[in-house]
């Protein structure tokens, strides 16, 4: 019987110290997804910097396809958030990404930009009608628009139409933001327009930022 019970409190002392093997494990691939992010970022502000001093083509880091095309603020937030050119997954690791199928933010048409839901764009969820979203781009131009539609979509079935009368911004993540795993057909899609009577719009009514 004291076999029995010794065995059992060993097995049960595996059980407690593997189980929070795990957890310390989850716990650091976390915490590395949200360094990641954050260092990203301040790589790719450097990047921003030196491309609105006029260098053409700067990179974030040496081997990177892509550079910061925008920078973005959501909402009431004072946070703004550079976006990547080019909606690879690669690039999604590090930003939001601007779907180069769709026109630069900004421009005439729809804009498209992607981020992730646990890292950069777990904002959106905090996003309610009327808020408004912000742009700049590197050369200083600036635009605002005003959220106008939120809605979750299956990306199995609906697909994002680009045309548009005036530039619209449309923001993607996946959804539902506190999922377990990723990589389900579930997309939260927001909608802003164009506030053509803002003073950050001053001038644009006829042509497209640029």
């Known amino acids: 019987m004291w076999r029995l019970v010794q065995r059992d409190r060993r097995a049960h002392l595996v059980a407690m110290i593997a189980a929070l093997a795990v957890g310390v494990l989850c716990l650091g691939h976390s915490g590395w997804i949200y360094t990641k992010a954050f260092i990203a ?3 790719i502000g450097t990047s921003w910097r030196r491309t609105q001093a006029g260098e053409l083509d ?12 925008a920078k973005l603020t959501l909402g009431r937030s004072s ?3 550079l976006v990547l050119e080019g909606s690879s997954g ?9 779907d180069p199928a769709s026109v630069l933010p900004g ?3 729809n804009s498209v930009i992607e ?3 646990d890292t950069h764009f777990s904002a959106l969820r905090d996003l309610r009608l009327g808020d408004r979203v912000r742009i700049e781009l590197p050369n200083g131009r600036r635009a ?4 106008t539609h939120l809605q979750v979509v299956d990306s199995r079935r609906s697909r994002i139409a680009l045309d548009s009368e005036a530039p619209r911004l ?8 506190d999922a377990i795993r990723a990589g389900g057909p579930l997309r939260y899609v927001v909608t802003a327009d164009w506030i053509a009577d803002d003073k950050a719009n001053a001038g644009l009514t006829r042509v497209p930022l640029s």
Do not use: I
């Open 58 to 69: 700067s990179k974030p880091w040496w081997w990177a396809d892509t550079r910061p095309v």
């Open 41 to 43: 970022q301040e790589l």
């Open 79 to 81: 946070r703004a958030l």
């Open 170 to 177: 449309t923001l993607v993540t996946c959804y539902p933001f």
């Open 115 to 117: 981020g992730h839901r």
């Open 90 to 98: 690669r690039n999604l690791a590090f930003g939001p990404v601007h």
């Open 144 to 147: 605002s628009f005003a959220v």
């Open 107 to 109: 421009q005439w048409g």
